[in-house]
C-alpha cells in the first residue's frame, strides 16, 4: 500500500508569492492533517479535514489555508509568503473510523522562501 | 492545556549500550502519548503510543516506552543502541478533545548513537 505523498518534495519562492502544497492520503484513509516544523518552533499543528471539513484549525494566520477534496486529498495554501513561512511542510494521514491517534506522515515539502 | 517536554536536546550512547530518551507530560484526564522518529529529510515515523492498559509500552523497531502516572513520563527505552537509530525523535500528546488528530509535539531529541 503507497503511503502518504506530497508534493512537491522541494521547493522555493520569493516573498509576497503564493504557494499549494498537496497531499494523497493513503488509499481508505479519510482523515488528513497538516504540520508546519521548523527549527525555532518545532512541529506546529496547522490544520486538520475530515471528509472534505475542516475539523481543527491551529494558531496561524489566515495567510494559511486548506481544503480537502472528495477523494481524500488535500491541499494547503500559503499567500503573501514571508521569509518566516520557510519550513518543512508535514501532511498526515489516518482511517476515519475508530481514532486511536496513529498518524502516518508523509516526506514533507519543504518550503524555502526567499 | 496538554503538553509534553523533552528535557534533553541531545542524547549520546555507544553502540550496545542501552538508551533512554526522556518525556513529561502535562494533561488533563487520561493522556494519549506517542512517540515518532524523524531519519533526515524525511517525515515522522510513528513508534508507539500509551493509550490505556499494560504500563511498558513495545513499538517498532525495538523500542519501548514505560508510562509512569506518578513521575508523569513517557520515556522511551532501548535494550542495545545501534548505530542507524541515530536520528530525532520525538514525544507527542494527543489534544483535547481526543476526536481531534491535532498532536502537541515535544522539542525533540536528537540521539546519536556511536560505533
Known amino acids: 500500500k503507497a503511503g502518504v505523498t506530497q508534493t512537491p518534495r522541494y521547493l522555493i519562492k520569493t516573498r509576497g508569492q503564493q504557494v499549494t502544497l498537496s497531499c494523497s492520503p493513503i488509499?481508505?484513509?479519510?482523515?488528513v492533517s497538516w504540520y508546519q516544523q521548523t527549527p525555532g518552533q518545532g512541529l506546529q499543528f496547522l490544520f486538520e479535514?475530515?471528509?472534505?471539513?475542516?475539523?481543527n484549525k491551529g494558531n496561524f494566520p489566515g495567510r494559511f489555508s486548506g481544503r480537502q477534496f472528495s477523494n481524500s486529498r488535500s491541499e494547503m495554501n500559503v499567500s503573501t509568503l514571508e521569509l518566516g513561512d520557510s519550513a518543512l511542510y508535514l501532511c498526515a494521514s489516518r482511517p476515519g473510523t475508530y481514532n486511536t491517534g496513529e498518524l502516518f506522515f508523509g516526506e514533507g515539502s519543504r518550503l524555502t522562501v526567499l | 492545556a496538554q503538553s509534553v517536554a523533552q528535557p534533553e536536546d541531545q542524547v549520546n550512547v555507544a553502540e550496545g549500550n542501552p538508551l533512554t530518551v526522556k518525556c513529561t507530560y502535562s494533561v488533563s484526564g487520561n493522556p494519549y502519548l506517542f512517540w515518532y522518529v524523524q531519519y533526515p529529510n524525511r517525515g515522522l515515523q510513528f513508534l508507539l503510543k500509551y493509550i490505556t492498559g499494560d504500563n511498558l509500552v513495545k513499538g517498532s523497531y525495538g523500542f519501548e516506552a514505560e508510562f509512569n502516572k506518578s513521575q508523569t513520563s513517557f520515556h522511551l527505552k532501548k535494550p542495545s543502541a545501534l548505530v542507524s537509530d541515530s536520528a530525532l525523535y520525538f514525544c507527542a500528546v494527543r489534544d483535547r478533545p481526543y476526536n481531534t488528530d491535532k498532536l502537541i509535539f515535544g522539542t525533540g531529541t536528537r540521539l546519536q548513537v556511536f560505533p
Open positions: 488509499s481508505g484513509h479519510r482523515s
Open positions: 479535514y475530515f471528509s472534505e471539513t475542516q475539523r
